[in-house]
Structure formats: C-alpha cells, structure tokens
C-alpha cells in the first residue's frame, strides 16, 4: 500500500495550506509598498554633535533632514548619477569570465561563502552594489547648511569658545562591497570613501583646548530663528593599555597572529563606554576601515577600579593595521550603543528655546592611535 493513503485527506490539505503559507511567507516586498503608512510623516531636524578632546579640529556637528526608507526618490535602486562602473570585458566576448576586474559589479545580494553573489557579473546595476542608492546619492539631499550660526561655548560664563563653519567634506568614512578576506585579498574589493558634510571648527579655532573639568554648550541658530543647544561634558583619554606577548617596533606593535592574550584598556572612570577603530594599512596612500565597535564595559578593573576593556585579534588576517581606541562619554556612548532609535528621545539632549526635544545627541570623545602588526609565528 502507497504511504500517502494512510493519510485522511483534511491532513493532506492542511499540509498543503501549510506549504502555501510558508511559502507566501517568503515572497519579497518593496518597502515602498508601505508608503501610505507614513504619508503623514514630517520632516525633522537629526543634530549629532562629538567634541573632540584630543584633537578639537576633529570635533563635528552633523545636522541633517531625517528622511523615510520608503522615499522612492532617494531609494529607487537606480544608479542616478551614472557613476557605476561595470565589469571589465578585457577578451571582448561579452561576457564577465573568471578574472576579468568586476569592477562594481560584484553583485548585490550574497548568498553564501561558496556561492556567487546575486547580479555578479551581469553587466547592469543592480540594489546593494557600489554606487546603486548609495551614500554619494543620498547624504547631500539631506545634510542641512542652512544654519545661520553654530557657536561652542563654556557653560558656566557663557564666553564664546569656537565657532564651527560648514564644510562639504567635513568627515569621512569607507565601505567595502565584494567578499572579506587577507589584506591581499581584501585590498582588491571595491572600496568607497564616502564624505558627508558637517560644521567643524573655524580654522582660527583649531587649537582650542578642552577642560575635562568644564561643560560646555553647543547653540545653533536656524535660518528661521530657531535657537537650538545642548550641553556636554569632557571626556579624557583611555590608559593603562596592556598586551601580553608582543614587542614595540618603533611606533609599531607587533604580536603572533596567534596571541590570545587580549589587548585591554581602561576608559576613565566618568564613562563605561569606548569605542574600537581597525584599518587596514596597505601603504600611506591607502587605509581603509576594517573593522569598529562601540562597546559598553560590564566590568571594572580590579586593579584600578576603573571600567574595563578587552579585545582579541587572534582569529585576523596577517598584516599591518592602524588602531585607534577612543573613550565617549556616557551620553554620547548610550546615544551609539543603543542603536539610534529615532523613537527614543529621552537619548538626545538638544532642546530650542521652547524646550522642545531635538534628535540627536551632542557628546565629547578622546582617543590615541598606533600601528599594530599580526605576524606569523615564524615572524
């Protein structure tokens, strides 16, 4: 007797409902199908403001215009400004072969380690790759330069301390697109520096040092006169910095690849929150970002009662990296380690002159960089 007649025929439907279910469960949806669940939605002002203690010329305040996912005409999976490069056809048969340069189209959807990406190759733009919907087409349609003074001043006598002007490429960050891998491997993969836009200090300002043992207060005025403020503390350096088995060369620390002995550190005693910065060094001319974290400490040091940080590199590709580690004060890091939620406001601490909450989060950070090298056992 088949098996499938010891089944009574509700459990064969059921099963096939099921099966229907599941499966229309697993169809994809444009997030723009959802626009009408927004069609209310009103345009914000989202300020993030990070004073730099360290290095003041280094401090940014970012205002932008909050926008929606489902704003078709930011995010249409088109490359708008023609700026997408497609693959290399270096035989002339028109068609991508295994080694020719992909270029930017390494796909946009990937599958696996062991499968090819969605779109690889194709010879069209396709949503996720280098250059399609990405922060080129996007961040100046909503960074905001129309502010008609942004002023830092200290908060108990209200003296002016700097004034920040706005710049274009006041900062910058990378993108890798394409598979990880070896720095050698790694190197080769599309890599964007985007730059976003961003008031930073007057260049007479420069050198203004902060006082750890200060407040200070950022005060904006819109075109519209609107005054917009918020107030932070300084946070100071993180110390201590401890790693066993390795050997400083010169500027340079090196370690086996397979030390697995943390790195640790302890952030001054006013934050339990730092944040971790690894770049690739490939040579002068080319670092790019690896790999970053902000991380809360859940520890203190039992031997200096201060909070507690620790890391471990043994599982990283061989080479030389750039590492900077970087203290943010409690404000600033809950702001980052929450995740951004725009729904959170109690987060932000910018207020205007009616005391209505602002977006964002004005906050301070201090770091120290070096160079560090994972070599192999046999150096």
Same mark, same amino acid.
């Given at each position: 007797?088949?098996?499938?007649?010891?089944?009574?025929?509700?459990?064969?439907?059921?099963?096939?409902?099921?099966?229907?279910?599941?499966?229309?469960?697993?169809?994809?949806?444009?997030?723009?199908?959802?626009?009408?669940?927004?069609?209310?939605?009103?345009?914000?002002?989202?300020?993030?403001?990070?004073?730099?203690?360290?290095?003041?010329?280094?401090?940014?305040?970012?205002?932008?215009?909050?926008?929606?996912?489902?704003?078709?005409?930011?995010?249409?999976?088109?490359?708008?400004?023609?700026?997408?490069?497609?693959?290399?056809?270096?035989?002339?048969?028109?068609?991508?072969?295994?080694?020719?340069?992909?270029?930017?189209?390494?796909?946009?959807?990937?599958?696996?380690?062991?499968?090819?990406?969605?779109?690889?190759?194709?010879?069209?733009?396709?949503?996720?790759?280098?250059?399609?919907?990405?922060?080129?087409?996007?961040?100046?349609?909503?960074?905001?330069?129309?502010?008609?003074?942004?002023?830092?001043?200290?908060?108990?006598?209200?003296?002016?301390?700097?004034?920040?002007?706005?710049?274009?490429?006041?900062?910058?960050?990378?993108?890798?697109?394409?598979?990880?891998?070896?720095?050698?491997?790694?190197?080769?993969?599309?890599?964007?520096?985007?730059?976003?836009?961003?008031?930073?200090?007057?260049?007479?300002? +420069?050198?203004?040092? %902060?006082?750890?043992? /200060?407040?200070? =207060?950022?005060?904006?005025?819109? &075109?519209? !006169?609107?005054? #917009?403020?918020?107030?932070?503390?300084?946070?100071?350096?993180?110390?201590?910095?401890?790693?066993?088995?390795?050997?400083?060369?010169?500027?340079?620390?090196?370690?086996?690849?397979?030390?697995?002995?943390?790195?640790?550190?302890?952030?001054?005693?006013?934050?339990?929150?730092?944040?971790?910065?690894?770049?690739?060094?490939?040579?002068?001319?080319?670092?790019?970002?690896?790999?970053?974290?902000?991380?809360?400490?859940?520890?203190?040091?039992?031997?200096?009662?201060?909070?507690?940080?620790?890391?471990?590199? +043994?599982?990283?590709? %061989?080479?030389?990296? /750039?590492?900077? =580690?970087?203290?943010?004060?409690? &404000?600033? !890091?809950?702001? #980052?380690?929450?995740?951004?939620?725009?729904?959170?406001?109690?987060?932000?601490?910018?207020?205007?002159?009616?005391?209505?909450?602002?977006?964002?989060?004005?906050?301070?950070?201090?770091?120290?960089?070096?160079?560090?090298?994972?070599?192999?056992?046999?150096?």
């Amino acid at each position: 007797m088949n098996i499938i007649e010891n089944i009574n025929t509700p459990r064969i439907l059921f099963l096939v409902l099921l099966f229907l279910l599941v499966g229309a469960c697993t169809e994809k949806l444009s997030i723009a199908d959802f626009a009408d669940d927004f069609e209310n939605y009103e345009v914000e002002l989202r300020i993030e403001g990070i004073l730099d203690q360290q290095d003041f010329s280094k401090s940014i305040i970012r205002i932008d215009r909050t926008i929606l996912v489902t704003d078709t005409s930011l995010f249409n999976g088109i490359d708008d400004n023609g700026d997408w490069e497609s693959y290399t056809d270096e035989n002339g048969n028109g068609k991508w072969d295994e080694g020719e340069p992909l270029n930017d189209d390494v796909g946009g959807e990937f599958q696996g380690p062991d499968q090819p990406p969605v779109g690889q190759g194709n010879g069209k733009p396709d949503p996720g790759e280098p250059h399609v919907d990405d922060y080129i087409e996007v961040l100046p349609q909503v960074h905001d330069s129309s502010m008609v003074s942004v002023v830092l001043r200290d908060s108990l006598s209200s003296a002016l301390v700097a004034e920040f002007v706005w710049k274009t490429q006041a900062g910058s960050f990378d993108v890798s697109f394409g598979p990880g891998g070896p720095p050698d491997v790694a190197v080769q993969n599309p890599y964007i520096t985007y730059t976003y836009g961003g008031y930073v200090p007057d260049t007479e300002y +420069a050198e203004v040092q %902060l006082d750890s043992s /200060r407040t200070y =207060i950022v005060e904006i005025t819109t &075109s519209s !006169g609107q005054i #917009i403020s918020a107030t932070t503390d300084i946070i100071t350096t993180p110390k201590n910095m401890n790693w066993d088995n390795t050997t400083w060369v010169n500027d340079t620390l090196v370690t086996p690849a397979l030390n697995y002995s943390y790195l640790t550190w302890n952030n001054p005693q006013e934050s339990f929150f730092g944040a971790l910065k690894l770049d690739l060094y490939f040579r002068p001319d080319s670092i790019k970002e690896f790999y970053s974290y902000t991380r809360a400490a859940y520890q203190v040091d039992p031997e200096t009662d201060l909070p507690l940080f620790q890391e471990s590199f +043994a599982q990283f590709p %061989l080479g030389l990296y /750039r590492l900077t =580690i970087s203290s943010l004060n409690n &404000s600033y !890091g809950n702001y #980052i380690y929450s995740g951004l939620p725009l729904s959170d406001r109690k987060l932000s601490n910018w207020r205007d002159q009616d005391g209505n909450v602002i977006l964002g989060n004005l906050g301070s950070r201090s770091s120290f960089t070096f160079y560090m090298r994972l070599s192999s056992m046999t150096g």
